[in-house]
């Protein structure tokens, strides 16, 4: 079972993210996102059709407000 078990997990989507901050205004902030997936990551069209979709959430520093989701 071993080895059925650590296919699964390999088919489980990961993700390495760099995100870059840079202040325009004291209200504006530009973030670039760079996703890309982990090296171990198998895909596998029967698990994951033909994409993988993931939401991006941007919370103010308390949690409290959402203040864009893509």
């Given at each position: 079972m071993g080895k059925i078990?650590?296919?699964q997990i390999h088919k489980f989507p990961r993700l390495?993210?760099?995100a870059y901050v840079q202040p325009i205004t004291r209200t504006l902030v530009r973030v670039e996102?760079?996703?890309r997936?982990?090296?171990k990551?198998?895909?596998d069209a029967r698990?994951?059709?033909a994409a993988e979709p993931f939401w991006i959430i941007v919370e103010d520093c308390d949690s409290e407000q959402i203040l864009h989701s893509e």
């Open positions: 078990i650590l296919n390495e993210l760099e996102l760079d996703l997936s982990h090296q990551f198998t895909w698990y994951h059709g």
